[in-house]
């Protein structure tokens, strides 16, 4: 199923989504009211959802009129949203540049999470993923991030935010487009809107940040965010993850190892996933799956074994089942919990490492074959040969 709804941006007045307490106070005290008008305020965004001063009813109507002036509560516009097979559901957002980001909500029979991107394309070149192919356009700011969180919720009418035995929006990934420790500042803004006790009010617990190994911001998360930690992994030697993972080059396999054993809050009770995505007679090896062993010893630890999903013109194919089998029996029987898991939304590419805008999507074949040869001889190089 796939819908085109459009929605109308106003740009002259400011957005209040995105800015933090203490923001939101400034803006309110720059016209005169009094600091509670801003928790007030607080309120009707982000735990009732609303759009519309005119319907803050605990506001008096004077002031509901004069904000309704000099101030808009919005979203990103939704240039297309899907809903595959499997009930996964995506959504192409548009920002007021015009600029364009996807993300996705995975539902499970009573919960669900939402992976929301943070930047518009990215800079790392993972050579696994879609998204990869598209070069960073820039970073998303709060108010970007915060309004996937509310389109998603716009989408399955969860307002005002439920309790959360009764969220069917449970969760949060930060695993959709771009690396999130590159767009620290705005991530963690956005983040603390969300986890703010009085608005969205989604715990710590339930948010899961996800990077490729951006070493020196790692300890900084645990520390001011205290999210649960997923590291994209994908490789046990520095040679093949400086292919598959190029941010290995500058951060290697020895630090970012360290850093995950340094991070903050990281116990048996919150421990690191480890995504591994699997990649037929490149990393999928009994010998890989032993050396993964070695490589995380000691580590709080658990693995997401990812079946790759492809895209046009990939450089990889998917691991056979039996050797994603024997793959995960190997972690299994060391202690550590492995689920391959279950490809979702391909229908739609809203799957992981699929997520691409829109607009990149018809980049010039030549230039697609081009730099798939590039990678092709790269990944000969570093493979080991007969």
């Known amino acids: 199923m796939e819908t085109n709804?459009?929605?109308?941006?106003?740009?002259?007045?400011?957005?209040?989504?995105?800015?933090?307490?203490?923001?939101?106070?400034?803006?309110?005290?720059?016209?005169?009211?009094?600091?509670?008008?801003?928790?007030?305020?607080?309120?009707?965004?982000?735990?009732?959802?609303?759009?519309?001063?005119?319907?803050?009813t605990t506001l008096a109507k004077s002031l509901r009129d004069r904000l309704a002036e000099i101030f808009e509560v919005s979203r990103p516009a939704l240039s297309r949203e899907q809903t595959s097979d499997d009930r996964t559901r995506k959504w192409?957002?548009?920002?007021?540049?015009?600029?364009?980001?996807?993300?996705?909500?995975?539902?499970?029979?009573?919960?669900?999470?939402?992976?929301?991107?943070?930047?518009?394309?990215?800079?790392?070149?993972?050579?696994?993923?879609?998204?990869?192919?598209?070069?960073l356009v820039r970073n998303l700011t709060s108010q970007e991030i915060v309004g996937q969180f509310m389109v998603a919720r716009d989408s399955y009418g969860e307002w005002p935010t439920p309790k959360d035995g009764g969220r069917l929006i449970s969760?949060?990934?930060?695993?959709?487009?771009?690396?999130?420790?590159?767009?620290?500042?705005?991530?963690?803004?956005?983040?603390?809107?969300?986890?703010?006790?009085?608005?969205?009010?989604?715990?710590?617990?339930?948010?899961?940040?996800?990077?490729?190994?951006?070493v020196p911001m790692m300890a900084?998360?645990?520390?001011?965010?205290?999210?649960?930690?997923?590291?994209?992994?994908?490789?046990?030697?520095?040679?093949?993850?400086?292919?598959?993972?190029?941010?290995?080059k500058k951060y290697p396999l020895a630090d970012l190892i360290r850093a995950c054993r340094d991070y903050p809050g990281a116990n048996n009770a919150r421990r690191i996933t480890f995504e591994y995505v699997m990649l037929k007679d490149v990393n999928d090896s009994e010998a890989?799956?032993?050396?993964?062993?070695?490589?995380?010893?000691?580590?709080?630890?658990?693995?997401?074994?990812?079946?790759?999903?492809?895209?046009?013109?990939?450089?990889?194919?998917?691991?056979?089942?039996?050797?994603?089998?024997?793959?995960?029996?190997?972690?299994?029987?060391?202690?550590?919990?492995a689920p391959i898991r279950t490809p979702r939304g391909r229908d739609i590419m809203a799957a992981c490492g699929q997520l691409k805008s829109a607009s990149e999507r018809d980049l010039a074949k030549a230039k697609a074959d081009a730099r798939i040869r590039r990678m092709a001889a790269r990944l000969d190089e570093a493979l080991p040969h007969a």
């Open 5 to 56: 709804p459009t929605r109308e941006s106003a740009t002259d007045r400011k957005n209040l989504v995105g800015l933090s307490r203490a923001e939101l106070a400034a803006e309110v005290a720059d016209i005169g009211e009094k600091p509670f008008r801003a928790k007030q305020l607080w309120h009707w965004i982000y735990h009732q959802g609303e759009t519309d001063f005119a319907k803050m």
């Open 92 to 135: 192409l957002l548009k920002f007021n540049d015009g600029n364009e980001a996807e993300t996705v909500y995975i539902p499970e029979d009573d919960r669900g999470a939402v992976c929301m991107s943070s930047q518009v394309g990215c800079t790392l070149t993972c050579t696994f993923c879609h998204t990869g192919t598209q070069k």
């Open 171 to 214: 969760n949060i990934v930060m695993m959709g487009m771009g690396e999130p420790l590159f767009n620290y500042d705005e991530v963690a803004k956005a983040l603390k809107i969300i986890m703010d006790g009085e608005g969205i009010a989604l715990s710590k617990r339930r948010i899961t940040l996800s990077t490729s190994g951006v």
């Open 220 to 248: 900084k998360c645990g520390d001011e965010l205290g999210v649960n930690l997923a590291v994209s992994l994908h490789a046990v030697t520095d040679e093949l993850r400086d292919v598959i993972v190029p941010i290995n």
């Open 288 to 337: 890989d799956a032993r050396q993964l062993l070695r490589l995380v010893k000691g580590i709080p630890a658990k693995f997401n074994l990812i079946p790759f999903n492809p895209w046009p013109g990939a450089p990889y194919e998917c691991s056979t089942r039996a050797a994603m089998d024997k793959f995960t029996r190997i972690l299994n029987d060391g202690g550590y919990s």
